[in-house]
C-alpha cells in the first residue's frame, strides 16, 4: 500500500485571509500565512475555531485571488491557535505561484541524518 500524497508539499510562508462564519452564521476573517503548500491545498494556524467538514475560502491578499477550500484536519497548536489542514474544492496548483516538484520526484538523500549531514 503506497503512503504518497497527491502532490509535493513545499514549505512556503505566503500571507493569507481565511474568510468563514462563526457558529451564528456571521461572517468572520482572519490574517494569517501559511507553513506547508501543494497542489491541493496548505497547512495554517489559525486563531479562529473552525471544524473539519467546514467551507472557507482562502484569499491571496497580494494577487486577490480567491478559492473555496474545505477543512480537512484541525488540532490544537502548542501556542493556543489551531494547526489546520485545508483542501481546494477543486484543485488549484496555480493559486500559490510556485512550481511544484513532479508527483514521481524523490529527493536523492530522502532523510538527513548525521551519518550523511
Not at 6 to 15: F, M, N, T
Not at 57 to 72: D, G, H, M, V
Not at 78 to 83: C, F, L, Q, S, Y
Amino acid at each position: 500500500m503506497s503512503n504518497r500524497r497527491r502532490s509535493q508539499r513545499v514549505l512556503l510562508r505566503i500571507p493569507i485571509q481565511v474568510i468563514g462564519r462563526d457558529p451564528d452564521k456571521k461572517p468572520v476573517s482572519e490574517l494569517t500565512h501559511t507553513a506547508v503548500v501543494n497542489a491541493h491545498g496548505a497547512l495554517i494556524y489559525l486563531s479562529l475555531k473552525v471544524t473539519v467538514g467546514q467551507a472557507i475560502i482562502l484569499k491571496n491578499p497580494e494577487t486577490n485571488e480567491e478559492q473555496l477550500c474545505r477543512i480537512a484536519r484541525a488540532d490544537p497548536a502548542p501556542d493556543g491557535r489551531i494547526e489546520v489542514g485545508i483542501e481546494f474544492v477543486k484543485p488549484a496548483p496555480n493559486f500559490w505561484r510556485v512550481a511544484f516538484p513532479p508527483s514521481d520526484w524523490e529527493p536523492h538523500s530522502p532523510e538527513i541524518t548525521a551519518d550523511t549531514f
